[in-house]
């Protein structure tokens, strides 16, 4: 979301006249867009303003920014502790950018000093002054996000987003609709709908959720695909599974985060859902769309974690058989209530993680595998890392390396086509094969 939304703050400057600089040294503005998921990433932040301080030293006139949960998180304490910085705004606050900019111009003409924080909340504002800004994606690139749905009302027990992203709100149907249509007029094939919590999107005035939406984009001729991230199991709702098997269009790949396997951990994650719940799902979407592929989103060493809950996790990977997921060591957040409980010793979180991630990859490897000696239907993005390479991605999200004939390249754009890929290799992260025919 944090790429949906650094590409929105380009739009917006866009519209003030700014341009992007080809490196930080040639900016007259900088802005980090922040993470505050996990504490490496918010401490990220700061050895970054260090490296900046250094630029602005030489130049007084650069206006340097943060942006995003951090500066959300944060507020007027960043300013205190990077006094180096001229703005520091949330994630609901960005379309305002332009008049932030001209609001500190008129400070500096006047010789007021001291930063600007504005951390407010008006998602629903943003969302309007969105519908009005131009969608500009980079010139050749057949994928796009659209942000359909912020925040999150759920309040598990471990995460900052509820905070920092503030109250689940959805965006009408109506302006997703006009969004894709003018990103698919640019080129874009491949659309992927965004949301702390996607499948909690619902239109109230045309009365349908996400399996409604799906429905609609799908019927836009030149829309090849679509995927969306993140969803909470609680909002897997029947009509939702039912799509994977209804429309071609919905690309066989869901992130479905299950973060344990113990449900003792995720009640006390206030997860609202048991392994047995999660692995009844998994049964039911498998049953529409045999060949899915799944991931998900795990934490371990929430505090209180036994071994028995971590064999729990590992049980139910065991049982899922993902083709990728994401891990982390549980992340102490301030203000959440799990980081005030007793924490577990982080050398067993790394031991533990360790295992987790073995298997994992095992997995993981087990899927890319699977797929050897198949012919897929590969969306080309961009130019490899080699000559003569194009890189592409499979309909289960696998990047694809394919190497293409001098002549073929010299006559055809391959970028945003989809073409049957043979695929003969499969590397730790990624596949390859040969163009077909
Ligand atoms: N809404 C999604 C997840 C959004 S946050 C869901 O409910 O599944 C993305 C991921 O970051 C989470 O799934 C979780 O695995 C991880 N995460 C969030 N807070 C964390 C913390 N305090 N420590 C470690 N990982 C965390
Ligand atoms: Fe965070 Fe996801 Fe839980 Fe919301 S549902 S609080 S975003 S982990």
């Known amino acids: 979301m944090n790429v949906y939304d650094s590409a929105r703050m380009g739009e917006a400057l866009a519209l003030g006249g700014y341009a992007a600089a080809q490196a930080p040294e040639e900016a007259d503005l900088i802005i980090l867009n922040t993470c505050h998921i996990r504490e490496k990433a918010a401490e990220k932040v700061y050895s970054e303003i260090g490296r900046l301080k250094k630029l602005k030293e030489k130049n007084k006139n650069i206006i340097l920014a943060v942006a995003g949960c951090v500066a959300q998180a944060e ?11 001229d703005l520091v705004f949330g994630p609901q606050n960005f379309q305002t950018l332009p008049n932030m900019l001209d609001e500190l111009q008129t400070r500096r003409r006047q010789h007021i000093k001291g930063g600007i924080v504005q951390t407010a909340f008006p998602a629903a504002e943003k969302f309007n002054a ?29 995460c900052v987003v509820p905070y920092t992203r503030g109250a689940e709100i959805s965006r009408p149907a109506d302006d997703i609709e006009r969004e894709a249509r003018a990103l698919i007029a640019k080129g874009v094939c491949e659309i992927t709908l965004l949301g702390q919590n996607v499948n909690a999107w619902y239109d109230a005035r045309a009365a ?37 098997g209804e429309l071609p269009k919905l690309m066989p790949y869901l992130h479905l985060p299950v973060q344990s396997g113990s449900d003792r951990i995720l009640q006390a994650m206030n997860r609202q859902y048991t392994s047995a719940d999660y692995l009844r799902l998994i049964e039911q979407i498998r049953l529409v769309r045999p060949d899915i592929a799944l991931s998900s989103d795990f934490i371990v060493g929430f505090p209180g974690e036994s071994e028995e809950d971590f064999a729990a996790t590992l049980d139910l990977l065991r049982e899922v058989e993902y083709a ?25 979180k790394t031991e533990r993680l360790y295992r987790l991630q073995a298997l994992l990859t095992k997995q993981q490897t087990a899927f890319n595998q699977a797929q050897k000696g198949k012919t897929l239907p590969v969306l080309f993005e961009k130019l490899g890392k080699k000559q003569g390479q194009m890189t592409g991605r499979s309909p289960y999200l696998q990047p694809v390396h394919v190497m293409i004939a001098e002549s073929i390249r010299n006559s055809r754009d391959l970028c945003g086509q989809i073409l049957p890929v043979h695929i003969e290799k499969c590397h730790a992260n990624s596949l390859s094969g040969a163009l077909v025919g």
């Open 75 to 85: 507020g007027e304490e960043m300013l205190n502790r990077a006094p180096i910085l």
């Open 130 to 158: 969105l519908k009005s800004m131009p969608r500009k994606p980079l010139s050749r690139q057949p994928t796009a996000f659209i942000t359909i749905q912020e925040g999150c009302d759920k309040f598990c027990s471990f």
């Open 208 to 244: 349908f959720g996400l399996a409604g939406l799906l429905k609609r984009l799908a019927k836009i001729d030149g829309l090849a695909r679509l995927r969306f991230t993140t969803s909470h199991p609680r909002d897997m709702n029947d009509e939702l599974i039912a799509a994977y």
């Open 324 to 348: 990728q997921a994401y891990s982390f060591k549980y992340s102490p957040r301030p203000g959440t209530p799990a980081a005030e409980k007793e924490q577990i010793d982080d050398a067993i």
